[in-house]
Each structure stands twice: as structure tokens, then as C-alpha cells.
């Protein structure tokens, strides 16, 4: 359904697209179409296959001894991928090094790291590095943020 | 000779480039090995730095960890039963026996010379195919050039392993994301909802570091399983003794021919290069019976065969743009990012790079010989890197690969956005290769369609009265049947097997 429903949005927005050709002449919509009708006849094609093959059985999942473990694989993911958009959000305000340290020691933790001082050599170690590799090594701009001001402020 | 055969072993023969080989090399011995990080991972993470490097030394240090990568991946399927890379899966069959009884070592050196062995026949078709098939491909015309990559699209096919539908449909998401941006022909902007950041498209990089990297990093956070087994380290001599080298001559002939041939077909890859050869030692073996119980010959038929493939899988992509695999397809786009395109017209312009090219992977071969077996007991020791330390290193490098790009915070968002579409389609239990050699290839095809019917005012009959175009049109039927029969077999085996099942 959710493929059936981008084939729709991207069907109507392909109706949008300025006509602009010579006559007898393929335009800017017209690679967009053939898209069109390939994502539709093909969603259309995964849900009847869906509909064709469903049995009774296939409605409930079984439930699995282990589903506790499931569940906080599940949700360890869902911290990850969050840790990651707020590292997005925050990364070009803060800048690189205030930004990663946190996310990379968030990331350890996920992944088992139980012991803090690992977790606070590994994040800071691995992130300046990563700073000074990029940004001195192969001068790719990583943004500073705020910190040169911060160390500005408490180093006169 | 041609000049540019001796300028490109110039370079290719450079200090610097060099340098980077056995670079490349050792990050990909590295790399393979390790359970949860693929090929294409560990070139991803490496993008960033080679934007900022020459393209001579760029594309050395990219084909170092393709070749060592390849060559990584025995070494856990040996010592863990796991094989780091999906080539590598075949050889666990017969490598992880014989490091169960003691032969680890022995395992282990005979996977690396039938690596460099396969490797090696390999550069020799690459050398002697790639100008051949670069100098056919200049008489193409936008007609014949479309069919090409109809063709290339077709390969989406093989790659939709379980459902053709679902295959298809990823390569379809390809097609409709490429046409975001300015459309080829007439710069008409389309999809881009009034985004500066969208009027030059989606770089296909970006969108694959996102595809690869997140789905990789939520499946190792999902599966902390993988780094509890024992590791036997302690190894005994790795270089291979005069039987051992007796009794894979023909293993080795097999898949080094098998791997060389079936990496020129794109699609078909390491993996089924591995097991075809895999097969058809065992059938050519006068003890098939050892065969999986720690046979020599079983580690170095798919050895031989996945390195060959390396090779092999140069050849489409350097002489008509095409790539064979994942690996080649990020190659293409780190070869696009220094200003160099591949496909025919790369051998006529680029000559010496071309060359340089095909040089660096004959060294990377050498060298990924002599450190895999120099080093190995050291580089065992990497197996034993804890995820928590080389997880995060890798999301934080994905962050830096797309921010690098075009120095734009915009297009880590896309990088992430697509990480989500990886997600989702490994939740729909879609495959991710179909997008992703649509985004590489969907641009040219839309191009040379467009061109093609312009110049013949709207007549398709231009595709069906070349005889290249009508050529590769019958293979792209052809593929596109095979694909339809196997799905049809496949489905008519599960029916039965649960049909035999039922009481």
C-alpha cells in the first residue's frame, strides 16, 4: 500500500511538469511517466500478489521465546537512530567536536560498552582524530561551531 | 604498444600510488574480515578521504580495499565460520573444518594464493578485454547506448533474489529518484519543490552511503551476537606447502576462469562466481566425498573464483559505464567525482588512467599477496576489535563521507533519509542493489532515450533497425525471461517442499 501510494503522489506530481518539446519529441515528463506506469503496475502487481498469498496463518505472528531480547534490540535501534537525527540537528550550530563527542559515547553505549572510561577515551580519542584527520589532514570543513569561542571565553 | 600502456604503469608504478595500494590493501584485508562490515561499507567510509586526493591515488586506495576486501573475507569464514564478506561464504564450507581440526594456517594459506592466483588471471582479461570491448563500444550510437543500459537495468533482475516483483519495484524507486532535479535534455527542473539543494539531483553517493551504512549499523545494533565466538589466532605455517599447491592446480583453474568470465557478466558476482566454481571442482574431483569436511580443493576453487571476479567486474564498468556489482557501482561514482567517466570513451581520452588503472590493480593484487601472508597472524588479531569502538568510527565517517562530497549539510539529510529507505526496505524485504544501480544507470538511459527518439522524431523503430541496439534488446528479453524462470522454479520448489511437509 505504501508503494502503491508514492506510485499515486508520483503520478500526480508528474502531471505538474512543464510540457516543453519540439513536436514528435519526447519532453521532461515523459521519462517520468514510463516511471509512473512501471511503479504502478509493479505495486499493484506486490499487492495482489500479497492478497493471493495470504493464508490464514499468515495474519499472527508466532511468538518467539526469546521476544523480550526482540524488543530491546528494537528499541536499542530506535535510541540509535535517534541519537543520530539529534547529532544531524545539532552538529552545524554546535560544531563537530561538541556535537560527536556525545553521539559517538551514545553510540558505545548502545553497542555494550559498559565501562565509562572506555566509553570517555574512546568517544573523545576516536572524535578528535577523526577532527584533526579531516579537517587539518584533508581540508574538508568540518564546522568549528561554538567551541573556539567557548576555549575564547575560559582561556583569555 | 600504445603510449598510454606505458604512461599508466608510470603511474600506476608512482611512490605515492603505491603507497596507497598497499593501503587500500590493508584497510580491505581488515575490513573483509570483519563480520558486519561488507566491501562496499568499508569503500563508503573511505570515500571521503579520496575526495580530496589525486584520481590516481584515489582509485589505487579504493581498488586496494576491493581486492584485499575480497581476500578478508576467508579469513573469518576460516577461523569463525562467519564469512565477512557474502563472496567469502562458499569457502567457509571447507576452510572452517579444517581450522576446527588444527589447519587453520594451512587454510588460510592456501585461500590467499588461490586469491592471488584468480586475481591475477583476472588483470590479464582485464588488460587484453577492457581496450578490445572500449574500442567496440565507440561505434555506439545513442540508440545502441540506450539498449546497453537497458541492459545494465535488466541485471536488476538477478538480483531480486526472493521476490522478481520487489526487485523490480526497488529498481523502479531507483528510476523515479534519479529524475529529481534537472531533467538531461533540457534542464527543466522537476521534483525539486523550489529546493536550490535539489536542482542538481540526488548524488548518487550520498544516496548510497545512507542505502549501505544505516541498515548496516541498526542490523549490527539488532544481532550483538556475532563478536562472542572464540578465535583461534594461534596459527601454524601459512604458506602453502608443494602438495597442497599440486592439489589446487585445477580448483584454481577452474574458478580463476569461472570468476574471470562471470565478473564480466554484470550481476553476477562474487557470491555465484564462488559457488559455480565450488561445484564444479567437486564434480571435477576424483573424492568428491571430502568436500565439506575440510577438502583443499573446496577453499581454493571459490577463493580463486571470487577474486577473479574483481577483475572481471572492471571490464563493463570501465569500457561502457556499467557496474557488475555494488562495489563498482561506488567506484563509478568516485571516478565521476574526479571528473572522470567511465565507459567508452574513457580508453580514447583517459588512456593513461585507463591504463594506470589496470596497473593498480595488477599491484594491489601483489601486494595484497605478500601483506595477507606476511602479516596475517597479526591481522587475525583484528577480529577481535570490539563492534562498540568500530561502529560508532563508522557513522560518524558516513556523516563526514556526504558532508564532504559538495561541503553540504543538506546532503548528510539526504544521506540520512535514505538510510530510512534502506530500512524500510529491508523491512519490506526488498533489496537495496536494484536502487541502487538504478541511480547509476537511470541518468544515462533517460538521456539516450530521449536523444534517440528526438533525432528520430518519435520513432521507436530507431532500437530495432541497429543491429547492436537489436542485439542487446534480445539479451535484455533474454535476461529478463531467465530472471521470470527462475523465479517460477524457486516458487514450484517451496510449493512442493511444503507441500511434503504437510501431514
Known sequence: ?156 | MSPDVLIGLTQATGLLVLLSTCIGVVIGLVVGMIPGMTISTGIIVLLPVTFVLPADISIALLLGLYIGGMTGGSFSAVLLNIPGTPSASATAIDGYPMAARGEAGRALGIAITASFIGGMTSFLFLFFVAPLLANVALEFRTEDMFAVLFFGITIICSFAAKSLVKGLLSGAIGLAIVTIGQDPVMGTQRFTFGQVNLMAGVHFLTAMIGLFAIPQLVSNLTDMTGGAKQIQTKLASVVPRLPDLKAIRLPVTIGSLTGSFLGILPGAGGPIAAFISYDYTRRASKKPETFGNGAVEGVAAPESANNAVTGGALIPMMTLGIPGDPVTAILIGALIVHGLAPGPLMFLERGDFAYGLIFSFFWANIFNFIIALAALRLLVKVLATPRALLMPTVAVLCVIGSFALRNNFFDVYVMLFFGLIGLGMRWLDMPVVPLLLALVLGGQLEENLRVALTSSQGDIAIFFTSPISLGFLFLSALSIAWSLRSAWQSKRATNLHKKELTP
Open chain 1, 1 to 156: 500500500m505504501v508503494l502503491l501510494a508514492f506510485a499515486l503522489v508520483y503520478g500526480a506530481l508528474t502531471t505538474q511538469l512543464p510540457i516543453r518539446s519540439l513536436p514528435d519529441t519526447p519532453g521532461p515528463p515523459f521519462f517520468p511517466w514510463i516511471n509512473t506506469a512501471i511503479l504502478l503496475a509493479l505495486s499493484l502487481g506486490l499487492l495482489a500478489q500479497g492478497i493471493w498469498a495470504k493464508t490464514p496463518d499468515d495474519g499472527s505472528p508466532e511468538a518467539t521465546p526469546d521476544g523480550a531480547t526482540e524488543a530491546t534490540e528494537r528499541w536499542r535501534a530506535v535510541w540509535a537512530l535517534g541519537a543520530f537525527l539529534a547529532y544531524l540537528l545539532v552538529l552545524p550550530g554546535l560544531g563537530f567536536l561538541l556535537a560527536t563527542i556525545p553521539f559517538f559515547a551514545a553510540l558505545m553505549v548502545l553497542f555494550g560498552e559498559k565501562r565509562w572510561l572506555w566509553v570517555a577515551i574512546g568517544s573523545i580519542g576516536i572524535s578528535v582524530a577523526l577532527y584533526v584527520l579531516f579537517r587539518h589532514g584533508f581540508d574538508v570543513f568540518l564546522p568549528r561551531g561554538v567551541l573556539p569561542d567557548l576555549l575564547a571565553t575560559i582561556i583569555p
